[in-house]
């Protein structure tokens, strides 16, 4: 059984990952990335880092937490890196340290089973200023073809541009 349960969390896995190809692939991300990094837990630091992006995560029930970026290289060279990690639930001090070119990334949460009643939030923050906030909770049953999770990212602007707009507009 032990096995069978394995299997089946590194399967999900595997999906989550194909996914993200997909999409990455079909809306033209995949044209430009010059290398791939896929890994088997969240990344700590990528491209050499230089930015800080947290999370504060809270959650009823166990997760898969995803995050890709993808960041300049030179020229139209970038660099695409992800990975996903399964947290169990409680609190979650999360950190990225993340280069300053990176101009996509997605940062996502989603519980292995969802009962009534299952819970999530997250303050996400940049350099300190906060980004995204989102707090669930499923009041009933879900319904067929929707899906709970926490979902955010960026797209086209820099982690240095966002946070030249945050000293701007505080």
Not at 76 to 96: C, T, Y
């Amino acid at each position: 059984m032990v096995v069978v349960k394995w299997l089946l969390e590194k399967a999900v896995a595997i999906v989550i990952m194909l996914a993200v190809f997909a999409w990455w692939t079909l809306t033209g991300g995949g044209d430009y990335a010059s290398e791939v990094v896929m890994q088997e837990e969240l990344p700590s630091v990528v491209d050499g880092g230089g930015r800080q992006v947290s999370v504060e995560l809270s959650t009823s029930e166990p997760v898969r937490f995803v995050a890709s970026f993808e960041c300049a290289t030179g020229n139209e060279d970038s660099i695409f890196v992800g990975g996903e990690e399964r947290l169990e639930a409680g609190v979650h001090n999360l950190s990225f340290d993340v280069a300053g070119d990176c101009w996509w990334a997605i940062l996502e949460v989603a519980p292995d089973e969802t009962p009534v009643g299952a819970s999530m939030s997250w303050n996400v923050s940049i350099e300190g200023q906060p980004f995204h906030q989102e707090e669930l909770t499923l009041d009933g049953p879900l319904a067929p073809n929707t899906a709970f999770f926490l979902q955010t990212g960026w797209e086209d602007l820099t982690l240095d541009e966002i946070v030249e707009w945050n000293r701007e507009h505080g």
